[in-house]
């Protein structure tokens, strides 16, 4: 049995460079393989038929396998992303095997008749593949290899009129989006490379993009939509923590200052709350960088201040993952272990240099701890990128009511994530609809006031989400549904982009305050970093 997660590394015994020439020769006689999947998801058509060639001699191909014949181990999110990217790696699985135990090789032609009709079986988190040498090779959910089934729920959407007046009121306050993901498919597809991109066009109709989930976004969507700003997300898995994850948050935000600077005629690069609104005059899309995750700063202040002055206006304090200094929302479900138990010393640093700076503190995936312990500590308003009303759906990613209580006194702001998963229960069942947003976003209003709820998507970092929220273009339906629920256009104006406005301005005056305090410089604890956490260090530890 050979097993792998996909948030850990397939670990293969290092092969002497003779080793690994020999492996690397039966490997080169290998050319094509075709795939066919009977059951592959997607959003627009459920359940098709799909045929996938991993094409031999592609940049990805060569490095994998030169990885693999090395007996390296197998960097995970080369696998993630595109369900070409997961087929090769399926097999390349498969040939580790085949090449481990040259006595029990099937024929070549049995292993490809096996791959063919492997079948995969959803098993609450974890997918089994049955196929030839393994008798069972599991793996962790696939992005590209998940069900999805459609919603059982009719909605017929809100009525015409009601969209158009909605169009009308967003063309006066344009959306400000806390969250998109859309980059990291440039990363996946392209290793950042735009040469002969064309973001202004529909990427959903053109490959690689019309076969990848995360085909919400580009510009001519963005228009329809009435985005007229979007904090584009420089994110990085945790895999990347305590190795290369500063570099590799770096490249991802040099990709999207590249992209605004290709579409020079749509979008324009922001860092303060007067540019968003020099862009809206400009009728051009406010591009902002926001870091997701905190292992972006590898435990140092000066990676943070450093990420400021590259243009990052706000880090997210974690993801899936607990930093050193700081709880993620998993530790509530017991998916990973109480760590600081909320922010540790450092991380309360963390916040507090950020105010500092004028960078918004981002408290979504974090857990309520956290979130309470950030607020307790913050000199400025905090947001949530990309959250939802726990009240409503009871998920660890969403926010409780006893937080959305306090974002009055500290001025903040819940910016409603599009999620399905995060939205209604049994997603895969059930997408969930617009009204289902309206409620995160209704209850939300109830709570914490009007003046601190806002919209972020999530777009292109999921794969489900409610009929009639599917892509950038499909704001006018949640702001015409919240019309006919009674919104005001005052008050459409704030949860558009109306509210975020505030609180950057708020925060920059809290930074403006700050003008004659010392930057924080202490370095984290020894203590509070373990010691398989620093064996790619250097120093201090």
């Not at 017991?334 to 503190?361: A, C, H, I, T, W």
């Not at 913050?378 to 959305?404: G, K, W």
């Not at 006194?409 to 209604?424: E, K, Q, R």
Request: charged letters at 25%; hydrophobic letters at 40%; proline letters at 4%.
């Amino acid at each position: 049995m050979l097993s792998i997660k996909i948030d850990d590394e397939l670990s293969l015994t290092k092969r002497t460079p003779a080793e690994a020439e020999a492996v690397k020769d039966e490997i080169e006689k290998f050319g094509d393989i075709v795939f066919h999947m009977k059951n592959r998801r997607t959003k627009k058509k459920g359940f098709v038929p799909s045929t996938y060639m991993a094409k031999k001699g592609s940049l990805e191909w060569q490095e994998l396998l030169q990885q693999l014949a090395k007996g390296y181990r197998l960097p995970m999110p080369a696998f993630m992303g595109t369900e070409e990217a997961n087929i090769n790696a399926v097999y390349l699985i498969m040939l580790a095997c085949w090449l481990e135990d040259p006595q029990k090789r099937p024929s070549f032609e049995s292993l490809k008749n096996d791959l063919e009709n492997f079948e995969l079986v959803r098993d609450e988190n974890w997918c089994k593949m049955k196929a030839a040498c393994l008798r069972e090779l599991s793996f962790f959910a696939l992005v590209g290899l998940s069900w999805a089934i459609p919603t059982t729920k009719e909605y017929k959407g809100p009525s015409q009129e009601s969209i158009i007046q909605a169009k009308a009121i967003l063309d006066k306050y344009p959306i400000i989006d806390g969250h998109n993901d859309f980059v990291m498919g440039l990363r996946t597809y392209f290793e950042n490379d735009l040469t002969n991109f064309d973001f202004n066009t529909n990427l959903s109709a053109i490959e690689p993009w019309a076969s990848h989930y995360a085909d919400d976004t580009d510009i001519p969507r963005m228009k329809e939509g009435r985005v007229g700003g979007q904090f584009w997300s420089s994110f990085i898995s945790c895999d990347a923590q305590y190795k290369d994850a500063v570099q590799l948050f770096m490249e991802q935000i040099d990709v999207i200052k590249r992209l605004v600077q290709d579409n020079p005629n749509d979008m324009t690069f922001v860092t303060d709350a007067q540019g968003i609104e020099q862009a809206f005059a400009d009728k051009k899309i406010a591009s902002l960088i926001g870091v997701e995750s905190g292992h972006a700063i590898g435990e140092s202040l000066g990676m943070l201040r450093m990420l400021y002055e590259l243009g990052a206006r706000y880090m997210t304090l974690t993801h899936t993952c607990n930093t050193p200094w700081a709880d993620a929302a998993q530790v509530e479900s017991g998916e990973l272990p109480v760590r600081s138990d909320g922010l540790s010393d450092f991380g309360k640093l963390v916040v507090q240099e950020m105010n500092r700076l004028g960078m918004l503190v981002d408290l979504s995936h974090v857990s309520a701890r956290t979130m309470a312990d950030a607020m307790d500590v913050t000199r400025a308003p905090v947001i949530f990128s990309h959250s939802s009303a726990r009240s409503v759906y009871d998920h660890p990613r969403n926010v409780p009511d006893e937080i959305l209580s306090r974002l009055t006194d500290i001025d903040g702001i819940v910016m409603v994530n599009f999620f399905s998963c995060f939205v209604v229960p049994d997603c895969s069942e059930n997408h969930g609809n617009v009204l289902d947003i309206v409620a995160h976003v209704n209850k939300i209003r109830e709570v914490a006031g009007v003046d601190h709820v806002g919209i972020g998507s999530d777009f292109c970092g999921v794969d489900i989400s409610p009929e009639g929220l599917e892509d950038s273009a499909g704001y006018p339906n949640l702001f015409a549904a919240l019309l006919e629920d009674g919104w005001t256009e005052e008050e459409l104006g704030k949860l558009a982009s109306g509210n975020l406005i505030r609180v950057f301005k708020a925060v920059e005056a809290i930074r403006d305050t700050l003008t004659s305090e010392e930057p924080f410089q202490a370095w984290i604890p020894s203590e509070e970093v373990q010691a398989d956490e620093s064996q790619c260090r250097m120093e201090p530890w």
